[in-house]
Structures are given as C-alpha cells and as structure tokens.
C-alpha cells in the first residue's frame, strides 16, 4: 500500500527547516559566499554528489547545478568552511584581497588590480571607517593647524580620503602591476599552529609574491605607504609634514595592515566553529521535532 503524502512532508520538514537554517547563519557570517568576489567567484565550483538512485546513470540521477558560492582549490575540490575568506568579515568589513588557503585566484594583471583597488577605494566600509577616524582626530585636536568643530572635521575627513585612495591605488594597482607583485593576502589556513600563521602574517608587510607565484620584498605596499607620506605633503599643513609625524603615520599604516591581516587569517576559523555549531543544534531540534511527528 504507498505511503500517504501527507507523511512524507512530515518527515521532511524537520530537515528543511535545519537546512534553511543553516543557510540563513552561513549568510550572516560570510553574505556573499566565497571570498574575493573578483577572484574566487570565477573559479570553477567543485564535485558535487547526487543522492538516491544509481549513480552512473544520468538520466534517472542527473547532478545538481553547481553552487557558485562554493570556491574550490587547484584540484578542484570544494575548500572547507574553515579556509573560505569571506568578501566581507561580519557582513560589512571589505575582504576583497584575500585568497582562501588552498584557492587559485585568476591571474593579477592592470585591470584585474583596478578592478580591485576600485572596489575597495569606494566601498562604504571606507566612509564610515574615514569618519570615525577624522572624529577622533578632530576630538583629540591630532593637527592643531586643522582647526577644530564642523570645519575641523571637513579638514580632517578630506584629506583621510586622499591618504586612503592614495595608499590603495598605489600598492594594490599602479606599484603592483608595475613591478608584477601579487600584493594579495594569501591565508594558511589551520593546517598550521597558531604562532607559525601568525608569524606569517607579520612578515607579510616585508614579502610578497611575484605574478609567477615566488617569494619577493613587498616593494610595492611599503613603497606606496612611503609614496603616500610624501604626496600627503602636498595637502597637509608643514606642522603636519615633518619627518617625525609623517613616520608615525607610516608606523600606524603598517599596523593597521598587521591587525587586519590577523582578522583575515584567524576570522574563518571563528566563523566555521559557530557555524557547525549551530548545525548541530539544528540538528538536534530536528531530531526532536521528528521523534515528536511519529
């Protein structure tokens, strides 16, 4: 005798909820799937598996279209939740220079370094990160010349711009594609301890690769922290140009760059573990609600 429908969706349910469910917290943390939306997006999806039915015969088990948020490394195998970099980090932070641990990206070259150095020089993570910290300049009265209040604010908000865009096109498209340096963040991953990754990203302001992929000085993004210093000049008040404060911003640039790439090395890590945990819980209610159906 068949099985009425009305039991079948009670069977199912339980698991389309979990499903969605788990869709929904893997949005929130990573919302665009893969991570450089210029890079890892174009790379091919790897396998997938069809369910049910003989396997070898396409007819009655045809493969399900590939997930394009799913980003695969040089052999083609999907790359585990653990190594993805997300485009953004928290769904707001621009994460488009980073390559998931194992990835092949497409090559760099002038437009594909535009493209990137575009996006991240006009995102609005970029406003809002620029007026807080012309906020804070402001408040703290950092160049006196400046001013303070509305029009001290204006003085400080423009001239971040121009130091932001300045240091981004330079290192991530002119300087790079100049002298064919890859100045992406490439992840390790935790296939490797804590303190080796996080060494690594310390020496990541000192090295870089070259379009071929072997290991050269990072010209190109200490270079263009040097350049932006010195263009600066160009728009800033003497008081605000002499050698000592033009070095401590060029200090505090590397470490911002430091302390990001720590967030983008560590950040899948923490993402991944809340994921699988909510799966589980997920799971479990699903369990639950299945137990009760029968």
Not at 164 to 178: E, F, G
Not at 228 to 247: E, G, M, N
Request: proline share 8%; charged share 15%.
């Amino acid at each position: 005798m068949p099985i009425p429908n009305t039991i079948r969706i009670v069977n199912l349910a339980p698991a389309c909820t979990l499903a969605a469910d788990t869709d929904s917290i893997v949005a929130s943390i990573d919302p665009y799937g893969a991570a450089d939306s210029t890079s890892e997006l174009d790379a091919p999806v790897g396998p997938q598996s069809a369910s049910g039915g003989n396997s070898n015969d396409p007819h009655t088990n045809p493969l399900p279209a590939p997930d394009p948020k799913v980003p695969v490394d040089a052999n083609g195998n999907s790359i585990p939740l653990e190594h993805r970099q997300p485009q953004r980090i928290l769904g707001f932070m621009p994460n488009f220079r980073s390559v998931s641990a194992g990835a092949k990206p497409p090559p760099p070259g002038w437009k594909y370094n535009f493209t990137v150095a575009t996006h991240q020089a006009t995102d609005y993570s970029s406003f809002l990160f620029l007026g807080l910290t012309s906020l804070t300049a402001e408040g703290t009265n950092e160049h006196t010349a400046l001013g303070k209040g509305i029009g001290g604010f204006y003085a400080y908000t423009w001239r971040g711009f121009l130091d932001k865009t300045d240091n981004t096109y330079l290192s991530a498209w002119l300087l790079s594609s100049l002298l064919h340096e890859d100045t992406r963040f490439y992840a390790l991953g935790n296939d490797h301890s804590i303190p080796i990754r996080a060494l690594y990203v310390i020496s990541r302001q000192g090295v870089a690769r070259t379009y071929g992929g072997r290991q050269t000085p990072n010209v190109a993004g200490l270079g263009a922290k040097v350049l932006a210093q010195v263009v600066s000049r160009a728009y800033y008040p003497a008081s605000a140009t002499t050698f000592p404060v033009l070095a401590s911003k060029f200090g505090y640039s590397v470490m911002r760059d430091v302390m990001f790439s720590s967030i983008r090395e560590f950040y899948p890590d923490i993402a991944a573990h809340f994921v699988r945990k909510h799966q589980v819980r997920m799971a479990a209610k699903a369990a639950q609600l299945d137990a009760a159906a029968h």
